[in-house]
């Protein structure tokens, strides 16, 4: 009986400390800051969110691209899926799902935006994959490193 009595208290322990089906959480503009930049998340409409696989905290982002330079910084693809809010009805997509677009005014200037239907696409701004969005981010990374250390490429 004391074994099984251990026994229950240890998979009582477990199933408390695993996380179950972890999602993205809403977004406060008034408390939330980015994980990357520090900035109040201003519009939640932009934000990003890495959702960790195991453990740990979500993480909330100004907006994508400063997600995508995180990750891609720190190599925890792996570790984490990535989240981006739909700009037109604020409901959460998966990275992976999401139609990414370009040309938008964001508060980093990294210019990308999510939408959940094609349908919500407006004239004149282009869809791209998000591996086109982690090339477009890493680039302008270079650029604002060249500009920072006074390097021109």
């Not at 009595?5 to 408390?16: E, G, I, M, N, Q």
Request: charged share 25%; net charge positive; aromatic share 8%.
């Amino acid at each position: 009986m004391k074994k099984f009595s251990c026994l229950l208290l240890l998979l009582v322990f477990l199933c408390a400390c695993t996380k179950k089906d972890a999602k993205p959480r809403n977004v406060n503009p008034e408390t939330d800051l980015c994980a990357r930049c520090g900035m109040q998340v201003a519009n939640p409409r932009l934000a990003a969110q890495a959702v960790p696989k195991e453990g740990d905290e979500n993480l909330i982002f100004e907006e994508i691209g400063c997600a995508v330079a995180w990750l891609d910084r720190y190599n925890f693809w792996d570790r984490y899926a990535l989240y981006v809010t739909d700009l037109k009805n604020g409901g959460w997509i998966k990275y992976d799902e999401a139609l990414l677009v370009i040309e938008y005014t964001t508060p980093m200037g990294y210019g990308i935006a999510a939408l959940s239907k094609k349908s919500d696409l407006e004239e004149g701004k282009a869809l791209v994959t998000g591996r086109t969005a982690a090339m477009l981010v890493a680039d302008l990374e270079k650029i604002r490193k060249c500009k920072t250390c006074g390097n021109t490429q």
